[in-house]
């Protein structure tokens, strides 16, 4: 059996999942200030009177990074940065300890200027004097050559905590997010650790002795170990939980797009035959624009407990939620009180509803059905209008090659799975605005959960080759390889896939022989006073967003949910 | 949080698919390094900076511009379709307000692309900025644009194709033609006589740096756009002028790009020139992106800057001092003479001499001008190659009158095509294109 658990705004979801289907679920309320009895009491009750031996795996996704970014409620984090010319990298300062330093290496990465020993100790001791326990260290280009971050941090002696080293969150070209990006690392990095070896030790002392697995936000997990040394991955695995669940339901041979309609918000998904699209070079959080690799999601404030009213004569639904639907005792009307006016839901207070809507049914001039059915329609309206957005979007994606601006693929969802509380209402409305085929997740209100069960491993390497200089270089594996002249793709290719199968293995993958795929190739002929003198060859490998193969018997054994637990 | 001053469009588009030829300096590798620093400098993040993909170019584009022979296709590849059109993307997006400064950062480049066109020169093959602006002028009704062409080759296509206009004006600052490719561009090169003045060359010696170049823009480029009021300003803005460019012998700059780029505020620039591929465009380019969009550009340098051992020679300073002085009397004294030529109306001739050394065609041409008091006039051009084509092809422009449109379709209907390939008509005022086969 494995457990698969979600951690909402709202809800906190738990699936038991065994070989026959989806075995129990519990659905408790979060309480984001006490996130850990949210989790341990949805796992205990998920559990109960199941012998600890036969669970296999669990994976969670939860919402403490994610909160701890928003609430600005991050550990104090030093950082020390090199750049040489370029936008100054006084712009990118983090807080108040943020220290630019000497020392620059070019884009082939060759030195420009070396690392200031006495400066680094310097700094040093500065940041152990004012308490800083977490260092990230970031150099323009260190992902070319991180030489410089590694003598920092051999310098930095084991002086602190943990050090983020720029070079090994991401093979992306960005220095603003790699400073971004080591930051939140090492600003998250003890929430996480504490957070989770809390959660460790409380299962073992169950007699739950089994691997933990962090879900990502790219939909992949992680195991608990990889995850305290790279505890960023962790942001934002929300959105790709529900996007993971509703995979199993995609079609293989189609472009879907994923509506998860929730109270607050909707969030959009694109899956290219059945595979998450991802975000070209990673999430954007709390206004940091990182190197997470992230699904590719879109978030509009439009859901369920919106709050509609009358605006110049005209019907305007959101942006803010007030609270709940006023079925539920809520302070405005939304669009889950059009449901309770069309009769679509009932286990509320429908006369509440009514009344809610009465005032706007009389500023438009027309029935109560009538503008319950309104409401509902702008509201499919708008999402619709959101997900045509993020389509262009994704067609309007620069690309650089020739052959790509006349062959590019285009992005066509002919498909739309729609999830989250009031996803089978929506979907029979969106069918009558669209001629895309609309489905309904099966088990939707639990799809999160589902997601974060049956999410598989995910890595990528990016390998850098520069036969010139003679280097083959893969930083996020803090590897590299001098290489001949004649060292060509094919062997890039090759070299870069081994890289990968290691670190699958080492971040907890259960498949020994990866599906494997070239994301990004190409090779240039360095030519220098008209004659070839080297190569530059570029490589990206994954193993993409999946499901483990156990899942079949969901869909095989259509058992229904089993009664809330 | 960086933000943009102006609100600025990028097409990127480096071709990363298409050379001229394998080691060619118009190569797949031209823009890679480029790329990595634009990348890593985290450009693109920069809220009110905006990347577009490139549009592709129509054929109507590029014929209300060129005479292709024997026809598009044959001329010109997908690449300069792409290119062509990432200068139309950013020019369209520019004239619809969406951006207030916009850089086409695109290959391969155009500016010694001329009207008629029998293959490529100078690594050009259609003129990017000169479809881009006729573009503008058809579909938004822009008329008087200014090109500044800081490239270090003389812009001698865009000054072919707007040699006969008014309302274009073009600005050419490059190193002296004496010492470089294509040898034109002389300050006494100053357009056809209906458009006297209009064309403004600016040849500078060997070994000018940012002093010489800053002192041209200053006290020559920036009065004379004062006086011309153009609705739009675009930037041929080559790279080659940098100290470090292997096929040109001048002493500019990063930091002295994104200075001129800052003070001349072109509307819009275009990729042109520019072989240094790893000492110099990858700060030349991002110093310009970050001069347009109006953010702090004072720490963008080369790694081996150093402005001592590039500094210009007392000589040089003086030289250029005079020139600058040449070419203002002339910029004031051409309205007269311009008025002048056209009241005394007739016919002009000129004959050109023109070599394509990318395809090595030698091409001779016989212009002949009707000269209008009432608009600019009907051109019409004798085109033979040594290659044995032989073209006529006729340009009515714009604003042409009746009387002048009236002749340009009298030399395309009842001309005696036996000894021509084809006869070509561009009628500006009707925005069509016709082409009469023997
Ligand atoms: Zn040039
Ligand atoms: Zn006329």
Redesign the pocket.
């Known amino acids: 059996m494995i457990i698969g658990l979600d951690v909402g705004g709202t809800h906190t979801d738990a699936v038991l999942i065994g070989s026959e289907g989806i075995l129990r679920y519990t659905k408790v309320v979060t309480n984001s200030s006490k996130l850990f009895e949210s989790v341990w009491g949805a796992l205990v009750e998920v559990t109960q009177d199941v012998p600890p031996e036969s669970i296999r795996r669990i994976v969670l996704s939860t919402t403490l990074t994610t909160n701890a970014i928003a609430e600005g409620k991050l550990e104090k984090a030093g950082m020390i940065v090199s750049s040489g010319p370029g936008i100054a990298p006084e712009y990118y300062r983090t807080g108040e300890h943020y220290f630019t330093v000497s020392g620059s290496i070019d884009h082939r990465g060759r030195e420009i200027q070396p690392v200031d020993r006495l400066e680094i100790e310097a700094i040093s001791a500065r940041l152990q004097a004012a308490g800083v326990r977490h260092v990230g260290v970031v150099g323009k280009f260190s992902v070319r050559n991180p030489a410089h971050e590694l003598e920092i941090n051999e310098l930095l002696d084991k002086s602190f905590d943990y050090v983020a080293l720029g070079h090994r969150l991401s093979g992306n070209l960005s220095f603003p997010r790699r400073i971004a990006t080591a930051h939140l690392s090492a600003s998250v990095y003890s929430i996480h650790g504490k957070f989770f070896q809390a959660v460790q030790e409380s299962l073992q002392m169950k007699g739950m002795d089994l691997p933990i697995y962090i879900l990502k936000a790219d939909g992949g997990t992680m195991n608990l170990e990889t995850s305290l040394t790279n505890p960023a991955q962790s942001i934002l695995s929300g959105p790709a939980a529900s996007v993971m669940g509703s995979l199993l339901f995609a079609s293989k041979d189609q472009e879907t797009l994923v509506l998860d309609i929730g109270g607050t918000t909707t969030d959009m998904a694109v899956l290219i035959r059945g595979t998450p699209l991802l975000e070209p070079f990673g999430i954007e959080i709390g206004g940091y624009k990182t190197l997470i690799r992230g699904l590719k999601t879109r978030s509009i404030a439009l859901g369920g407990d919106t709050s509609v009213r009358v605006l110049d004569g005209k019907l305007k639904i959101g942006p803010e939620r007030k609270g709940p639907a006023m079925a539920y005792g809520g302070p405005a009307p939304t669009p889950t009180d059009a449901l309770f006016v069309l009769g679509k839901t009932t286990d509320g207070d429908r006369e509440s509803a009514r009344a809610g809507l009465d005032p706007i049914a009389r500023k438009l001039g027309i029935s109560l059905e009538e503008t319950a059915g309104r409401i509902f329609d702008q509201a499919c309206d708008m999402i619709l209008e959101a997900a045509a957005h993020m389509v262009a979007e994704i067609n309007g994606k620069p690309v650089y090659t020739v052959h790509e601006v006349l062959e590019g693929h285009r992005v066509k969802p002919t498909e739309i799975l729609v999830l989250g509380g009031p996803a089978p209402h929506f979907a029979q409305r969106l069918a009558a605005l669209t001629d895309v085929g609309i489905r309904v997740v099966p088990y939707w209100q639990v799809t999160n959960a589902i997601g974060a069960a049956l999410a598989r491993n995910t890595s990528e390497v990016t390998l850098f080759v520069d036969t010139e200089r003679g280097i083959a270089l893969a930083p996020e594996e803090d590897f590299s390889q001098s290489v001949k002249r004649d060292f060509s793709r094919d062997a890039a290719r090759e070299l870069a896939c081994r890289l990968l199968r290691i670190k699958h293995q080492r971040e907890g993958a259960s498949d020994p022989e990866p599906e494997m795929e070239v994301i990004e190739e190409s090779q240039f002929n360095m030519v220098r006073q008209f004659h070839t003198s080297g190569r530059n060859i570029r490589v990206k490998v994954q193993v993409k967003p999946g499901l483990i193969p156990e899942y079949g018997c969901i869909l095989e054994n259509p058992i229904g949910l089993p009664a809330h637990a | 949080m960086l933000s943009a001053k102006s609100k600025t469009g990028l097409v990127f588009f480096p071709a990363f698919d298409w050379a001229i030829s394998p080691t060619h300096p118009e190569r797949e590798e031209r823009l890679l390094y480029t790329q990595d620093q634009v990348f890593e400098e985290g450009l693109l993040d920069i809220e009110g900076i905006v990347e577009y993909k490139p549009d592709l170019a129509a054929m109507e584009d590029i014929r209300r511009v060129h005479f292709c022979h024997p026809d598009e296709k044959s001329v010109i590849t997908e690449s300069h379709l792409i290119s062509a059109g990432g200068a139309l993307k950013i020019g369209v997006e520019l004239v619809e307000r969406r951006i207030e400064r916009g850089f086409a950062l695109v290959r391969p480049?155009g500016?010694?692309a001329m009207r008629v066109v029998h293959g490529a020169r100078?690594?050009c093959n259609i003129n990017i900025e000169a479809i881009m602006i006729e573009h503008l002028r058809e579909a938004y009704g822009i008329d008087r644009v200014a090109i500044v062409d800081t490239?270090?080759?003389h812009g001698d296509g865009t000054q072919n194709i707007y040699w006969h206009d008014p309302d274009t004006l073009f600005i050419s600052i490059?190193q002296d033609g004496r010492t470089l490719?294509p040898g034109s561009g002389f300050h006494d090169e100053m357009g056809g006589p209906s458009a006297l003045g209009t064309t403004v060359n600016i040849p500078l010696p060997p070994r000018t740096s940012e002093q010489g170049f800053l002192y041209v823009l200053e006290n020559a480029v920036l009065p004379i756009l004062d006086d011309f009021k153009p609705q739009l300003i675009v930037n041929s803005a080559?790279q080659?002028n940098h100290y470090s460019d292997p096929?040109?012998n001048m002493s500019f700059s990063a930091q002295g790009y994104a200075e001129l780029t800052h003070r001349l505020q072109p509307h819009i620039a275009v990729l042109?020139?520019?072989?240094s591929i790893e000492g110099a465009l990858p700060y030349v380019n991002v110093g310009i992106i970050l001069a347009l969009a109006g953010v702090d550009f004072q720490n963008v340098r080369e790694p081996d800057y150093n402005p001592d051992r590039i500094r210009q020679s007392r000589d040089t300073s003086e030289y250029i001092r005079q020139l600058v002085e040449v070419v203002m009397d002339a910029w004031s004294s051409a309205p007269k003479i311009r008025a002048s030529n056209r009241e005394k109306g007739g016919f002009a001739q000129r004959d050109l001499r023109i070599f394509y050394d990318t395809s090595g065609i030698l091409e001779n041409q016989r212009e002949t001008l009707l000269v209008c008091e009432a608009c600019s006039g009907t051109l019409r051009i004798d085109s033979r190659t040594d290659k044995g084509s032989r073209i006529l092809a006729v340009h009515i422009p714009r604003k042409a009158c009746v009387r002048c449109r009236e002749q340009g379709y009298a030399w395309f209907d009842s001309g005696e095509i036996r000894n021509y390939d084809s006869f070509y008509l561009q009628d500006r005022t009707q925005d069509q294109y016709f082409v009469r086969r023997k």
């Open positions: 480049p500016h010694h100078g690594f490239d270090c080759h490059h490719y080559g080659d096929i040109t042109e020139g520019g072989y």
